[in-house]
């Protein structure tokens, strides 16, 4: 190897250099940070996609800070910044310093998470995370489970490991009980299960709906009726899956019901919550998850509601048992005699080899931070989206659906007289006119075809002052957008 590829090598020898060059690289990022006065700079992706594509990846730079300078305009200077108040969109949270903290830690040692001998210590800090958190959770002595890359991972592996049982409970022949197996999910669920569902090899109907109510919570009666659907035509229901904390809405579906259910009809019940998992940490909205603890298997994201960098999520599971329908042996890696010999291989439960040892970001959010603080961050956001509930459905230029039980509000601009026709066509306009400007970013979605926008708040930073100059945002763009397609708009006043 040539002694100048050496030198950007990390060994004991470069150590030195790997400080100035990782303190240089963060000192940067803070100015960044702390100079951003907006989220977002509103660049269209054609005029980025043009610098980064004139950038010749054959000829290096040799230069870490000239690297960093051609960053900045590559990426840092158009970033968007989750961490400005105004950042409204999407479940993206502003991170813990303790977290990043343990980013860089685990960056530079690089351990993979996959077999002792390749992690030891990062093995047990994350084995003790899982525990701790199925212990939050209630899911009793024999409960397990395993880091993973996000939501999606961990729902895939919740409904292969529910596939598994369901076949293993029907007997063979495999190939003619597929067909017939059915997860029943919330209509606000989660696309993953669809998708999950397809990756497993499921039929293209695998997937029933489960009518919610005006809430967006998932209907135990109609729950009912699904169950009976699938028995009534032969069909074996393989899994439940219920959410704590849909994406849109923030609902919570009413998992003691649900639980029961699963319960009488021997189905598994996964508990997607991806995002409600903060409230196992909050201090007075614990309550809202009960009767998770009767899952057999539960989703955490903790780069939602945690406040921890992506990745950061866990796949739970009541029966650590389980996770045996995850586990393949390699001579070369975990052989089976590696489990005679109680040798602790996180592979043995993990749909991915190499695996980032992702647990110490918050095993230092803990250790230097605790739970309760944690939880009072997301406490504050969901706090602050009740206050932003009250003060659109206050506002008569704005319809709101459903007050999240979260930090999510669905609400949309509504044009007065004939200017009521072009409401999707101005919400729309009004979304990226924002975001066009980077005075704000803020989501959308569809309720019964109709465009909505969507403030989605986990940023304990954002005051309801920000959220106010937002709206008020909202309302002049979409005003101006009707007055052109039909003229001045007559001045709203509050019945």
């Not at 999950?196 to 695998?206: E, T, V, W």
């Not at 940490?281 to 509601?305: M, N, P, Q």
């Not at 439960?349 to 040892?357: E, G």
Request: proline share 5%.
């Amino acid at each position: 190897m040539p002694p100048a590829a050496r030198e950007h090598l990390l060994t004991n020898a470069t150590a030195d250099r790997y400080l100035r060059t990782v303190t240089d690289g963060a000192a940067r990022v803070a100015a960044r940070i702390a100079g951003a006065d907006r989220p977002f700079t509103g660049i269209a992706p054609e005029h980025l996609a043009l610098e980064v594509a004139t950038v010749d990846l054959d000829r290096p730079l040799g230069d870490a800070a000239a690297a960093l300078d051609e960053l900045n305009d590559v990426y840092l200077r158009d970033a968007v910044y989750f961490h400005h108040p105004r950042y409204l969109a999407h479940l993206n949270c502003p991170v813990v310093i303790p977290a990043l903290l343990g980013e860089t830690v685990l960056a530079a040692v690089n351990s993979s998470l996959d077999t002792w001998d390749q992690s030891a210590g990062g093995t047990l800090i994350e084995q003790r995370l899982i525990d701790w958190t199925a212990r939050r959770a209630g899911l009793g002595p024999l409960a397990d489970g395993v880091f993973t890359s996000g939501g999606s991972q961990s729902n895939l592996q919740a409904l292969l490991l529910a596939r598994e049982e369901a076949l293993a409970a029907s007997g063979p022949p495999r190939a003619e009980t597929l067909p017939r197996l059915r997860v029943l999910a919330s209509a606000a669920g989660h696309f993953s299960v669809q998708k999950s569902a397809k990756l497993l090899g499921l039929a293209p109907d695998a997937v029933v709906t489960v009518e919610v109510d005006a809430d967006r919570r998932m209907r135990p009666a109609a729950l009912d009726r699904a169950f009976e659907r699938c028995r009534r035509d032969g069909l074996t229901v393989m899994a439940v899956v219920a959410t704590a904390g849909t994406t849109d809405f923030g609902s919570i579906d009413p998992l003691p019901e649900i639980a029961r259910r699963c319960a009488a009809a021997g189905a598994w019940l996964h508990v997607d919550a991806a995002y409600g998992c903060g409230l196992l940490v909050s201090r007075t909205r614990r309550h809202l998850l009960d009767g998770i603890e009767r899952a057999d298997s539960v989703t955490v994201d903790y780069h939602k509601s945690f406040f921890q960098p992506v990745s950061s999520s866990a796949l739970l599971v009541r029966d650590g048992r389980a996770l045996r329908h995850a586990t393949y042996h390699a001579d070369y890696l975990n052989p089976e005699r590696t489990v005679a010999e109680r040798i602790p291989n996180q592979v043995n439960k993990s749909l991915q080899t190499t695996r980032r040892f992702d647990a110490l970001k918050l095993w230092m959010t803990l250790r230097v931070m605790g739970a309760d603080a944690i939880g009072e961050l997301f406490d504050d956001v969901v706090d602050r989206a009740a206050a932003a509930w009250s003060l659109l459905s206050e506002d008569p230029r704005f319809e709101v659906v459903t007050r999240s039980q979260l930090s999510t509000v669905v609400f949309r601009y509504l044009p007065t007289g004939p200017g009521r026709a072009y409401a999707d066509e101005a919400n729309l306009h009004a979304r990226a006119a924002l975001a066009a400007s980077g005075d704000a970013v803020v989501a959308g979605t569809t309720v019964d075809g109709r465009h909505f926008l969507k403030f989605t708040l986990l940023n304990p930073e954002t005051t309801i002052d920000d959220i106010a100059a937002v709206v008020e945002l909202v309302a002049e763009h979409a005003d101006r957008y009707v007055e052109r397609a039909i003229g001045p708009i007559p001045a709203c006043t509050a019945s």
